[in-house]
């Protein structure tokens, strides 16, 4: 019995991982998909990337702060 427990969890593992996988192809297509290239690089960066608002603002160069650069993108996603 415990043998097969651990053989449901790996299965159940591998299936979420697959899902996860899915998701990430999609998320990156659309982003991809993006036109505006400020705005694709932004989300770029913060969800494929991983950084902070923070570390993103400083990406984009000078007059960029952390809080514009959020609100820019919370407005984008709104809209679509």
């Not at 999609?26 to 902070?52: A, C, F, H, P």
């Amino acid at each position: 019995l415990h043998l097969c427990d651990r053989r449901q969890r790996q299965m159940c593992k591998e299936t979420v991982e697959k899902k996860l996988e899915t998701l990430t192809d999609s998320v990156e297509q659309y982003i991809d998909s993006i036109e505006d290239s400020r705005k694709r690089n932004i989300l770029r960066y913060r969800y494929i990337d991983g950084m902070t608002w923070r570390e993103t603002a400083k990406k984009l160069g000078p007059g960029n702060s952390e809080d514009a650069v959020r609100m820019e993108i919370k407005r984008f996603l709104k809209q679509t």
